[in-house]
């Protein structure tokens, strides 16, 4: 690096990435003594021998080895953060951590150009994954210590502890402000395990950084050598490890064929690898170079890799100034700077950095920790459950199996499975699928569990060969499951297997043995014994002739089958799995067996039916069979069959020819019952056997052969059903028919024609088959269920039904009589007849168009509705009514008769009429003309004679007033009649009678009594009439007025007619009084307003009208009353009124 800003580029560039199987870890993180754990600045800080520290990238605050964060003003590449993990130890109650130089001003750090602050902070992270984490405490390089430890201590808790107990928590070191031009380079220690996290692009560099304030490489203070060592772990092999470094500066660095000339986050001041040389040149003598002295370590720099195996990969051309570049170790590939022919190993891995100068930076990117020692990192899972450990003896030449079960008990992860034997024998690790132990067909070798959940369990059976002439050796077989997450965390369990010497075994062949003839005799070696308890081999010669009859067999026993008696010994041997064999013998004997017999048919049997029976015998010798079989019902069948099929059986005949005969014979019953078959076998050796057994011959249900119904049909219509039945036996069949209306019917058909069959009628007519033909009629529509059972004699019965969808017909109109004109207010009749095919209610509904209405109901039981359905009515359903009507008006009307069933049926019918307007009437006797009059009768003259005035009505002289002539005034004596009402139209004689002799005579014989008639008018006006009474002339003494009428000229005379009209219409009334005048009066059929065209409601009115007149001049008077209705009928009266 000649210049400073291109120093300041590179020190500050991202870090190179190192993609690993598992951990990074660095040999230069020393491991110190400990200390008290109290926070303190150390003045002169120096390697302490006493407390024991983990550091990174090492205690020594003066071999010039640091990690730093960096601004991303100074266009690096990396370290702009640094996350690093504290794993305390599960029975630790507290730690230390300890930042040498955390301050960013003087010695260590790069603050020449700008001045910022960096923060620091510590989470608890009990999973080491940045999502479970609890702040814990921050602080920032304001509170650091220039070239000093700044120290702090803390208890351990829950929060931070992990599956496995163990304490973690993250460190986490950034700028504020990241875009800063600045540097902060720090050591860390702790009394933790302390790593770098993975996944993250992290610094480090060498000092020195400032010239004026740091010690030059080699001064005192300073002892940096360039050489920094990483270390770390690959918990399972992998096909590759992959680096990735970046701007390490290697001077003439050339362009690497497997790194992309790009930037890999794809923006940013990296540049194309290859194309930019590192600088200061690494060559020449110290005194060419800008430092001098002060930074340069030659050569340039280079780094190696090392494998658990030894084996050593060196990258001479690592990344140039601002670079990234690749350095990838590949198995079975040519992408790979190094192409292995083997799977790169699990272990622990180095990587070593050499000659990286003073004054510069270099930057990794892992995906896996780097830790501060060697020794295994602390694991956040506990390690996973092995089970269990077991010990066995067996023989050489064994293979021997345990069974395993692999439970985690941490994260999900998975597990590395490995068996080692002690010896170095050959093992096999099998997926115990079915979890029996044992190792199955189909069930495959794995190497590793999978994936598994927290206390998920893997069940294994682990396989070991045990050789030959292993005789007295123990082997420790080691079971491992290794994490794939965490290197430390692995489960072991140990399974030994004991090797002993082999003893030759004792063979136990057991017996005496015996069997019928043809019947195994099963020799059994099983007492046998092995002084090693190995497993031993089988093998017999049954008739001890030399000749081996069976193989070698794991099984003990043997069978063997003599076809006739006979008797001999039989040879067993033995032999254990190293080639130890010993014999044995033993006797054996055969007898003579009688034939047996298996009788198969159908159970029970059923009547009528050719049923099979088969008949089955064996004899396990080779005899001659004679079976004889009597069925129970007189009937017996006899067969003979010959053991070689020609003729009679030699004897003896110990060949091997068992007897066996199928034999197929049928036979029936026709009736039911219990029978009592004999099946009788004999050999030809006098063996024989007699079976007996009970033959149930069931009764079987008629069966129906065919049967026909409409399916539909309409009510009131007739049906015909058919059905045709057989039955198996000789029975009588009786069909019941059941309608599903309520009716039944019953047919019966004897099986002989003549009469009911008897209790067992084997050898009647069978099959029995009868046709019963039916007709119905069902009264009411609906669905019925039509249900024919037929039984025989024997209690079997043929159940067959089927739906009957019967439909509703609407009724008929038979007759209509109706007349087709009348009158207003007259009733007219509607005869109608109607007819229904069901048992129906029927309903007349009439319209008789003037919007009246009116039901009748006519129910077909007479009393009230129909059910639904009501087949068993009275059908046909006939009515015949007439109905009676008025219309209130006339006009023209269409009278509709509906006529409908209960079931929705109906059919309508209309008759027009017509509806004649009547003229009113005027009633001539209710014509008056009447006034109101005030009578008075006044009279004076002789005392004590009274005098009375009568009116005539009606040709009766009607007594109004009476006086007694007294003393005193005649005004006071004076009598009124008052409000008298007198008919014009009549003669209104007024007659005052005298009645003088049987009164007292005051006077002389010949006086006289002055009477006044006054007749007084409702105007006040009045007319006074005299006449004098003489007790000597009689003929005075009754004075008639004979009419009064002309009074009346100029007085108001109320005049009344009555008129009347059937329709329900509006009169009015005309007068005509003969003066040249007339008077009107209207009346509303309604009282409230005109009557409508046509209003048909029947109201007939009968109205009286009331005038009042005055005539000026006495003549005869002509008077016509008119009468009109609405609709234009009317009626006139004439009379005459004389004044």
Request: charged share 20%.
């Amino acid at each position: 690096m000649e210049l400073f800003p291109i120093w300041a580029r590179s020190i500050f560039a991202k870090c190179g990435t190192v993609i690993l199987g598992f951990v990074l870890l660095a040999s230069a993180f020393a491991m110190v003594g400990q200390k008290d754990l109290t926070i303190e600045s150390i003045d002169n800080p120096t390697p302490d021998a006493s407390p024991s520290y983990y550091a990174i990238p090492s205690e020594d605050p003066d071999d010039g080895k640091f990690l730093g964060v960096f601004g991303s003003g100074m266009s690096t590449l990396g370290g702009l953060e640094t996350i690093i993990y504290v794993g305390v130890p599960s029975n630790q109650t507290s730690f230390e951590l300890g930042i040498f130089d955390a301050d960013i001003t003087h010695m260590w750090d790069y603050d020449v150009i700008e001045r910022g602050q960096s923060n620091f902070a510590i989470f608890k992270d009990p999973l080491k994954d940045g999502d479970t984490s609890k702040l814990l405490d921050s602080w920032t390089s304001e509170d650091g210590i220039d070239d000093q430890y700044l120290n702090k201590t803390y208890a351990t808790d829950t929060d931070a502890r992990a599956p496995s107990g163990n304490f973690f928590y993250r460190l986490e070191v950034r700028w504020e402000d990241p875009t800063m031009i600045s540097a902060n380079l720090f050591k860390v220690r702790s009394t933790g395990q302390l790593s770098l996290a993975k996944n993250q692009e992290f610094g480090f560099a060498g000092a020195p950084q400032n010239f004026t304030s740091d010690p030059d490489v080699g001064q005192p203070g300073n002892s940096y050598d360039g050489a920094w060592d990483f270390y770390f772990y690959v918990p399972k092999e992998l096909e590759t490890v992959k680096f990735r470094d970046g701007d390490s500066d290697r001077y003439l660095d050339k362009d690497d064929f497997n790194t992309p000339n790009t930037d890999p986050d794809g923006a940013g001041p990296a540049q194309a690898e290859g194309a930019n040389n590192g600088a200061p040149e690494d060559t020449g003598p110290i005194e060419d170079h800008p430092y001098g002295n002060k930074t340069i370590i030659q050569p340039s720099v280079y780094y190696y890799v090392t494998d658990p195996a030894g084996n050593v990969y060196n990258n001479t051309d690592p990344s140039g100034d601002t670079e990234w570049e690749n350095f990838i170790i590949e198995y079975n590939s040519t992408n790979g700077d190094y192409n292995t022919s083997y799977m790169l190993a699990a272990g622990l891995w180095q990587l070593s950095v050499r000659a990286l100068d003073g004054h510069n930076g270099d930057y990794f990117n892992t995906s896996f920790e780097i830790f501060a020692t060697t020794e295994p990192p602390l694991p956040v899972s506990p390690p996973p459950d092995v089970v269990a450990d077991t010990t066995k003896v067996v023989l050489p030449g064994d293979t021997v199996s345990y069974a395993h079960m692999v439970t985690n008990r941490g994260l999900e992860d998975n597990f590395d499975l490995t068996a080692v034997s002690s010896s170095g024998w050959v093992t096999r690790i099998y997926d115990d699928l079915d979890k029996d132990g044992q190792v199955d067909l189909g069930e495959p070798i794995i190497a590793e569990t999978g994936q598994l959940a927290k206390d998920q369990t893997k069940y294994i059976v682990v396989e070991l060969d045990v050789p030959l002439g292993t005789e007295g050796m123990s082997d420790k077989l080691t079971i491992t499951a290794s994490s794939q997450n965490e290197w430390a965390v692995q489960g072991v369990t140990i399974d030994t297997t004991i090797v002993v010497r082999n003893e030759m075994p004792v063979a136990e062949a057991g017996g005496p043995y015996s069997a019928w003839e043809n019947e195994p005799i099963e020799f059994n070696g099983s007492g046998s014994v092995d002084p090693e308890g190995d497993a031993l081999e089988f093998r017999w010669d049954f008739e001890s002739d030399g000749v081996w009859d069976t193989s070698w067999s794991s099984d003990p026993t043997a069978t063997k089958v003599w076809g006739d008696d006979y008797s001999g010994r039989a040879t067993l041997e033995v032999r254990d799995p190293g080639g130890q064999n010993s014999t044995d013998t033993a006797y054996w004997v055969v007898y003579n067996a009688y034939p047996r017999a298996q009788l198969i048919f159908p159970s029970p049997l059923d009547e009528g039916q050719a049923d099979v029976f088969e008949i089955i015998v064996i004899d396990p010798g080779s005899d001659d069979i004679e079976i004889v079989w009597a069925w129970g019902d007189g009937t017996v069948d006899t067969w003979t069959f010959y053991n070689d099929g020609v003729g009679p059986d030699p004897y003896p005949s110990p060949d091997i020819n068992p007897v066996y005969i199928s034999l197929n014979t049928t036979h029936d019953w026709g009736d039911n019952g219990l029978y009592t078959i004999i099946l009788s076998l004999k050999d030809d050796d006098g063996g024989s056997m007699n079976f007996t057994a009970s033959i149930q011959v069931d009764n079987l249900v008629p069966v129906e052969v065919s049967f026909s119904s409409p399916g539909s049909t309409d009510e009131g219509v007739a049906i015909s059903v058919q059905s045709s039945v057989s039955d198996p036996g000789s029975d009588d069949l009786t069909f019941e028919w059941d309608w599903g209306d309520g009716l039944t019917d019953t047919v019966v058909f004897y099986n002989d024609g003549v009469g009911p069959d008897p209790p067992q009628s084997p050898y009647g007519i069978y099959p029995f088959t009868a046709t019963c033909d039916m007709t119905h009629i069902y009264g009411d529509d609906g669905t019925f269920s039509l249900e024919l059972i037929v039984t025989d004699d024997d209690g079997g019965a043929l159940i067959i039904s089927t739906d009957i969808m019967v439909s509703n017909l609407a009724p008929r109109v038979t007759h209509v009589d109706f007349p087709s004109t009348s009158n207003e207010g007259e009733e007219v009749t509607f005869s109608i007849d109607a007819t229904d095919p069901g048992s129906d209610d029927i309903t007349l509904e009439f319209d008789w168009g003037d919007g009246t209405t009116e039901t009748v109901v006519f129910y077909n039981d007479g009393v009230g509705p129909d059910p639904d359905p009501s087949p068993l009515g009275v059908y046909p359903f006939n009515i015949s009514t007439s109905v009676a009507h008025t219309y209130g008006d006339n006009g023209n009307f269409t009278v509709t008769v509906t006529v409908s069933d209960d079931d929705g049926g109906s059919v309508t019918t209309t008759r027009d009429i017509v509806i004649n307007n009547v003229d009113p009437t005027i009633d001539p006797d209710s014509v008056e003309a009447k006034a109101i009059v005030d009578l008075t009768l006044r009279v004076s003259g002789e005392k004590w004679h009274d005098v009375s005035l009568d009116i005539v009505r009606a040709g009766v002289p009607v007594q109004l007033i009476h006086i007694v002539r007294e003393p005193g005034s005649p005004n006071e004596q004076a009598k009124t009649e008052p409000n008298v009402t007198v008919n014009l139209f009549e003669d209104i004689p007024l007659i005052v009678r005298y009645t003088p002799l049987d009164d007292p005579i005051n006077g002389k014989l010949w006086g006289s009594t002055p009477v006044w008639v006054i007749v007084g008018f409702e105007d006040g006006t009045e007319v006074w009439l005299d006449h004098t009474f003489n007790v000597r002339h009689p003929h005075t003494w009754t004075w008639e007025i004979r009419d009064i009428s002309s009074f009346f000229i100029g007085q108001n005379i109320t005049f009344s007619a009555t008129a009347s009209d059937p329709g329900s219409d509006d009169l009015t009334f005309t007068w005509d009084w003969g003066d040249g005048t007339t008077s009107t009066a209207t009346y509303y059929n309604d009282g409230v307003g005109p009557d409508p065209y046509p209003s048909p409601d029947v109201n007939p009115i009968t109205v009286t009208d009331t005038q009042t007149h005055a005539f000026l001049l006495p003549k005869v008077y002509p008077i016509t009353i008119t009468v009109t209705d609405d609709d234009g009928g009317s009626d006139s009266l004439s009379f005459t009124l004389q004044l």
